[in-house]
T-cell receptor
Framework: AQSVTQPDIHITVSEGASLELRCNYSYGATPYLFWYVQSPGQGLQLLLKYFSGDTLVQGIKGFEAEFKRSQSSFNLRKPSVHWSDAAEYFC?????????????FGKGTRLSVIA | DTGVSQDPRHKITKRGQNVTFRCDPI?????LYWYRQTLGQGPEFLTYFQNEAQLEKSRLLSDRFSAERPKGSFSTLEIQRTEQGDSAMYLC?????????????FGSGTQLSVL
């Protein structure tokens, strides 16, 4: 069974600073990986996803993530954080492209942005 | 396309009462998922429908929980004899026929508080 670990429960960054949120996964086959963002009281919005090919994927809102098979990681990055990026971020792993297997989510990392 | 709609947004109930939540997926999305999210946790899969057929249920879905999707459109999630441990955000998501778990669209959720 697949699993996801997000080691950082809460991260605080200054506006304009760079950001990296960590995600480690466990899965026996090729994983399909996702990052979602959740604002307070809202549902989840997909930021980006990795299925195959280029290991650096670009997403919405200026986010990117890099898949590193050797480290079982899929870290999310942003070069310059905006105050509106303050939210909860979830990494998720899916078992099969186009399949029905439900996504497995990490526990999330809460991002705070200070002036 | 109005997105995934969930009703109500908030529900406060007393322990032992029954509650029912509704989810309206994006039209023509044939797959519908229910997730539960407790404080400080990521979403956890509860159950999944393809059209009107309930194809998978998590062991988290105790016999007090029942979900239906009678005409393959909207879905309801009922919790009988609620317990304080049922307090959570209940999220619904849908995906199109072509896409599966990589094209999930989430609703804003129903926040349940059991007193």
């Amino acid at each position: 069974a697949q699993s996801v670990t997000q080691p950082d429960i809460h991260i605080t960054v200054s506006e304009g600073a760079s950001l990296e949120l960590r995600c480690n996964y466990s899965y026996g086959a090729t994983p399909y990986l996702f990052w979602y963002v959740q604002s307070p009281g809202q549902g989840l919005q997909l930021l980006l996803k990795y299925f195959s090919g280029d290991t650096l994927v670009q997403g919405i809102k200026g986010f990117e993530a890099e898949f590193k098979r050797s480290q079982s990681s899929f870290n999310l990055r942003k070069p310059s954080v905006h105050w509106s990026d303050a939210a909860e971020y979830f990494c998720a792993v899916g078992a099969r492209l186009g399949g029905n297997t439900p996504l497995v989510f990490g526990k999330g990392t809460r991002l705070s942005v200070i002036a | 396309d109005t997105g995934v709609s969930q009703d109500p947004r908030h529900k406060i109930t007393k322990r032992g009462q029954n509650v029912t939540f509704r989810c309206d997926p994006i039209s023509e999305h044939n797959r519908l998922y229910w997730y539960r999210q407790t404080l400080g946790q990521g979403p956890e899969f509860l159950t999944y429908f393809q059209n009107e057929a309930q194809l998978e249920k998590s062991r988290l879905l105790s016999d007090r929980f029942s979900a239906e999707r009678p005409k393959g459109s909207f879905s309801t999630l009922e919790i009988q004899r609620t317990e304080q441990g049922d307090s959570a955000m209940y999220l619904c998501a849908s995906s199109p026929r072509q896409g599966g778990n990589e094209k999930l669209f989430f609703g804003s959720g129903t926040q349940l508080s059991v007193l």
